[in-house]
T-cell receptor, first 111, second 110 residues
């Protein structure tokens, strides 16, 4: 069964450092997303990406965040200068139309 | 008012019980509705889409009431493996952006 894969599964970084979270969406999917979940809280939308551009972003997705689809398979989320409050589980998701399928997540810990 | 609101629970039920979860949403223009399941420290997994006519998948039945902006999930004959957090999810427009509720925790006990 095709699945969304994310790397790394866990990333520890120092405050102020840049991190790149990587995702390989399901191959025939057209829409890509990043969500985050702070421990104990709900899943929050960050950004959606379609046709090689951002289609929608939330208030959380400020100038510190960026997304890229550098090639035909990868989809990345970059956080330029991490803050303590960026510590969360980051989920990548993809969909063809409608139902979104999530990767297993990257747990980001900022120290 | 929260965009998607759920009773967080927890719901503690014995095996074999029937349990119902409710959810309300604030945006009357919302297009699509889903129930996802999330196990502890895992990713959300799609359980089922929710249609106006109601839909059933085995022991699970989902219903949507657009007039009341209300979604429900019924689980019959609960199994131990049903223990998880159930997330009510709404797609407000046709962008694919999903809005998640806080989740309702279910614990099924032997």
């Amino acid at each position: 069964e095709p699945e969304v894969t994310q790397t790394p599964s866990h990333q520890v970084t120092q405050m102020g450092q840049e991190v790149i979270l990587r995702c390989v969406p399901i191959s025939n999917h057209l829409y890509f997303y990043w969500y985050r979940q702070i421990l104990g809280q709900k899943v929050e939308f960050l950004v959606s990406f379609y046709n090689n551009e951002i289609s929608e972003k939330s208030e959380i997705f400020d100038d510190q965040f960026s997304v890229e689809r550098p090639d035909g398979s990868n989809f990345t989320l970059k956080i330029r200068s991490t803050k303590l409050e960026d510590s969360a589980m980051y989920f990548c998701a993809s969909s063809r139309q409608g139902d979104a399928f999530f990767g297993q997540g990257t747990r980001l810990t900022v120290v | 008012r929260k965009e998607v609101e759920q009773d967080p629970g927890p719901f503690n039920v014995p095996e074999g019980a029937t349990v119902a979860f409710n959810c309300t949403y604030s945006n009357s223009a919302s297009q699509s509705f889903f129930w996802y399941r999330q196990d502890c420290r895992k990713e959300p997994k799609l359980l089922m889409s929710v249609y106006s006519s109601g839909n059933e998948d085995g022991r699970f039945t989902a219903q949507l009431n657009r007039a009341s902006q209300y979604i429900s999930l019924l689980i019959r004959d609960s199994k131990l493996s049903d223990s998880a957090t159930y997330l009510c999810v709404v797609e407000p427009g046709n962008t694919g952006k999903l809005i998640f509720g806080q989740g309702t925790t279910l614990q099924v006990k032997p």
